[in-house]
């Protein structure tokens, strides 16, 4: 069974400092893995989606991920945090059977 | 395009009452899945819908059940409220080819409290 493991339930960086938010996957074969992001009292928003088109995924907002197999992360970053990134993301797994497993979640704090 | 539309948004039932949830999926998506999401257990599958036949379903109990009709929206129905059923419920709609990499879109959610 598919599932996605992320690292750091709570992440805080300061204004204009990168972000790195941690993703592991667990998955027998080739998965597709994507970044959802939450605000809060809104619904998900896509950020970006796996492939395999290409190992970097360039998303919205100044996201990426970087799929690594050989460990098994997609890791999500961006180079410069501002404050309307501070959300809850959530790392997917796709996997089959027509449903997404989520991770559990990393909470983002930005302080000014 | 509007995207994916659920009502009521919020909602306040008591235990034992039952309540039943509507999901307006994009244009053209013929996938509905619906999700439950709680700070002690996170985001849960509940079940998918396509062409008005359930294609999976997660763990639940039998009280969680749903429905879609012909035109693509979809109803979830819980019966016999519990405390623990409060909780965000969240619709997502998709094209449905079923591919690995397909996006799925996401409504707002129905907030339903249980008391």
């Known amino acids: 069974a598919q599932s996605v493991t992320q690292l750091d339930s709570h992440v805080s960086v300061s204004e204009g400092t990168p972000v790195l938010l941690r993703c592991n996957y667990s998955?027998?074969?080739?998965?597709?893995l994507f970044w959802y992001v939450q605000h809060p009292n809104k619904g998900l928003q896509l950020l970006l989606k796996y492939t395999s088109a290409a190992t970097l995924v360039k998303g919205i907002n100044g996201f990426e991920a970087e799929f690594k197999k050989s460990e098994t992360s997609f890791h999500l970053t961006k180079p410069s945090a501002h404050m309307s990134d501070a959300a809850e993301y959530f790392c997917?797994?796709?996997?089959?059977?027509?449903?997404?497993?989520f991770g559990k979640g990393t909470l983002l704090t930005v302080n000014p | 395009k509007a995207g994916v539309t659920q009502t009521p948004r919020y909602l306040i039932k008591t235990r034992g009452q039952q309540v039943t949830l509507s999901c307006s999926p994009i244009?053209?998506?013929?996938?509905v899945s619906w999700y439950q999401q709680t700070p002690g257990q996170g985001l849960q599958f509940l079940f998918e819908y396509f062409s008005e036949t359930q294609r999976n379903k997660g763990n639940f109990p039998g009280r969680f059940s749903g429905r879609q009709f012909s035109n693509s929206r979809s109803e979830m129905n819980v019966s016999t409220l519990e405390l623990g059923d409060s909780a965000l419920y969240l619709c997502?709609?998709?094209?449905?080819?079923?591919?690995?990499?397909?996006?799925?879109?996401f409504g707002p959610g129905t907030r339903l409290l249980v008391l």
């Open positions: 998955s027998s074969y080739s998965p597709s």
């Open positions: 997917v797994d796709g996997g089959s059977n027509y449903k997404l497993t």
């Open positions: 997502a709609s998709s094209f449905a080819a079923g591919g690995l990499w397909e996006t799925q879109y």
């Open positions: 244009s053209g998506h013929r996938s």
